[in-house]
């Protein structure tokens, strides 16, 4: 199995942006798609982007398209997620996941094995 350390979460304010981090140890990370997700307080965990193990393919959800970029550097175990001009709607707790390499995109939480604990992200108006 893997496991998955979320970083760089914080306050900021709208317009600012973020740089959100995810380490994997254990097993070798390029096996692995991955993706992010987050959750706001009384909503489902909503999916925000994906990258295949390779990282030549990304896809976003519409509410981020444009303004975050997923990336990988598997040579360094880390994912990470660019964050520009964020909105108060973006405000949740933000969470890798790492899952199988069967289909592209994978937006459902269930297509997805490993879980890191989730890093608050909060834009202040």
């Known amino acids: 199995q893997v496991q998955l350390v979320e970083s760089g979460g914080g306050l900021v304010q709208a317009g600012d942006s973020l740089r959100l981090s995810c380490s994997a140890s254990g097993r070798p990370f390029s096996i692995y798609a991955m993706g992010w997700f987050r959750q706001a307080p009384g909503k489902e965990r909503e999916f925000v982007a994906d990258?295949?193990?390779?990282?030549?393919?990304?896809y976003y959800a519409d509410s981020v398209k444009g303004r975050f970029t997923v990336s990988r550097d598997n040579a360094k175990n880390t994912l990470t997620l660019q964050m520009n001009t964020l909105k108060p709607e973006d405000t949740a707790v933000y969470y890798c996941?790492?899952?199988?390499?069967?289909?592209?995109?994978?937006?459902?939480?269930?297509?997805?094995?490993?879980w890191g604990q989730g890093t608050q992200v909060t834009v202040s108006s």
């Open positions: 990258i295949t193990w390779s990282g030549d393919r990304s």
């Open positions: 996941a790492a899952g199988g390499r069967q289909r592209f995109p994978q937006i459902r939480p269930s297509e997805y094995a490993y």
